[in-house]
């Protein structure tokens, strides 16, 4: 059901905002699925990340911003295009592990590998991954998706 869920919530995102070629103000922005916590928009620039291949999405984050320890099952990549993006690898959510990027920086987390961040600002960070899309959290509580 979750899948299913994400999935809708991807296409509609990618029905509305995925085109070859745009500029920021042109982006159609969207809540964010329910896998990551309330507060972040996202706009989805190319593909379709609730299925097979490439997909390039924006999340939009408000400082404060916390996404819990959690993997993915294949490799994600992160740019940061504004404000200022902490994270770090490992089990649980520890600001003192994590590594501030400011704009333009970028980071790689490898498939199944446990990450973390947050915004330290308003944030806006840019995804490149293969899709179909899925976030496992380390702690199954950690999971906005299952609170209620």
Known sequence: MRKLVLGAC???L???SAHAQMNSDALKWGSAPAAFPKGAQMAVLSGNPSKKGIFVLRLKM???YMIAAHHHPTTEYVTVISGDFALGMGDKLDKGKGVTLHAGGFAAAPAHM???AWAVTDTVVQVD???PFAITYANPADDPSKMK
């Open 129 to 131: 991954a293969r899709g």
């Open 14 to 16: 990618a029905a509305v």
């Open 10 to 12: 991807f296409a509609a």
């Open 114 to 116: 446990n990450h973390f």
């Open 62 to 64: 408000p400082a404060g």
